[in-house]
């Protein structure tokens, strides 16, 4: 976390117009927030280097006046040296204050500069959870009716249990939840007990075929044979499904957290309007813009480090800290959420090499493999959720 050192008041007092146009030339690798806090952090270590050197100046002029009063006899001269003793003192807890002032400073406006960052990163992962692009595929993969042959074989075994359900009660319980069901084409999933009457119905039906209906006979085994491998992957999928239903309940949690902070930090704290960010930042496209208004937003939060101190120099402190470690946690959230988007991902590699084998489902396996590829290395080019969260966790620096 140490490492982690800025200071902002050199950096805007001379430099960041220049920074700003320079950015517009290389955010595509980085964002605009990353770039900013880097070179705030190069200049912070250069003043936290001069700290260093002068109070080990003092030190060592302290030192040589206690050797100095030590050795003298003079009374007054030791009067005189204690009181220019105490005006070093006094010049060196000056330079740790500067410093601390500085440290509050970046780590404040590293705060509001994450914070800002989140919103655009936040909408590019709604779109993501809301769109996979293998979704479609695992759809058709859980829907018997677009395997060859199945929709043609379905409609000759429905037939049959439209005219066998007055002499057969588990024949019309099934007709009947197939006519609630609806249309089955459009992807009613064949799971539960809907898949459990719909197995003994096809049996029924295999039973009642004569001799003469050979072909048939063997069709509809291969159709049972396919309904129940579909029917299993549909149920191995639900229980992958099931997280991105955490996921997105965790994604509103932290949207809906993410604009309370937006509101305490830019609006209350920084008297910044939320409108003109998001024109001025979120959807501005151009980089060397996004970038001066950003560097605008911090130079705000410097002044109120400051106007904050000079109100309130006893207590100064507690109201940003405490903004600075929800800004902190709802990263460290967010990491959360990309690692576990990411996991959950990966569970389908598992549920691919499970049914790679199976030769009515092998062809779609290697279809939703290709499609799965795609859309998993597209999410790790844009979130590195275990790189996301040590950045979170040293996003600031201890005095």
């Known amino acids: 976390m140490k490492k982690l050192t800025i200071s902002f008041s050199l950096f805007l007092a001379f430099s960041g117009v220049t920074f700003a146009q320079s950015l517009s030339t290389t955010v595509p690798n980085e964002t605009v927030t990353d770039q900013v806090l880097k070179e705030l952090n ?5 003043l936290s280097q001069n700290l260093d050197f002068r109070i080990k100046e003092i030190d060592s002029k302290i030192t040589n006046l206690d050797e100095s009063i030590k050795n003298s006899k003079n009374a007054s001269d030791k009067v005189e040296k204690l009181l220019e003793r105490v ?3 006094e010049e060196r807890q000056s330079e740790i204050d500067k410093n601390t002032v500085s440290v509050y400073k970046y780590n404040y406006s590293s705060a509001v500069l994450n914070l800002a960052s989140m919103e655009r990163e936040i909408k590019p992962l709604n779109l993501f959870n809301s ?3 293998f979704y479609s595929t695992l759809d058709k993969v859980s829907n018997p009716m677009h395997y060859d042959g199945y929709k043609e074989w379905f409609g000759k075994f429905q037939n049959f249990v439209k005219e066998e359900q007055d002499s057969n009660a588990s024949l019309a319980a099934l007709n009947h939840i197939m006519a609630v069901t609806g249309d089955l084409s459009q992807g009613t999933p064949f799971v539960g007990m809907f898949a459990g009457s719909l197995f003994d119905g096809i049996g029924t039906f295999i039973e009642s075929l004569n001799r003469r209906q050979k072909e048939l006979q063997k069709q509809s085994i291969e159709m049972l044979k396919l309904t129940t491998s579909v029917s299993q992957f549909t149920h191995d999928k639900d229980l992958i499904e099931t997280e991105w239903e955490a996921i997105n309940k965790s994604l509103d949690e932290l949207r809906s957290l993410q604009d309370k902070e937006m509101k305490e930090n830019f609006v209350n704290m920084l008297g910044v309007n939320l409108e003109e960010f998001e024109r001025k930042f979120t ?6 813009k996004r970038t001066q208004y950003i560097l605008d937003i911090s130079k705000i939060a410097e002044n109120k480090i400051v106007e904050e101190r000079e109100k309130n120099p006893e207590n100064w402190k507690q109201s940003y800290h405490d903004q600075m470690l929800a800004v902190q946690n709802l990263k460290i959230r967010f990491g959360d959420i990309t690692f576990r988007i990411l996991e959950n991902l990966k569970k389908y590699e598992g549920l691919i090499e499970k049914y790679n084998k199976d030769p009515y489902l092998k062809k779609e396996m290697g279809e939703l493999k290709l499609k799965l590829d795609i859309v998993k290395n597209t999410f790790e080019s844009t979130f590195n959720p275990q790189e996301y969260i040590k950045a979170s ?4 620096i201890v005095e």
């Open 42 to 46: 190069r200049e912070r270590a250069l």
């Open 283 to 288: 959807e501005e496209t151009d980089a060397k």
């Open 393 to 396: 966790n040293e996003m600031y």
């Open 131 to 133: 769109s996979r692009e």
């Open 87 to 89: 005006k070093f003192l």
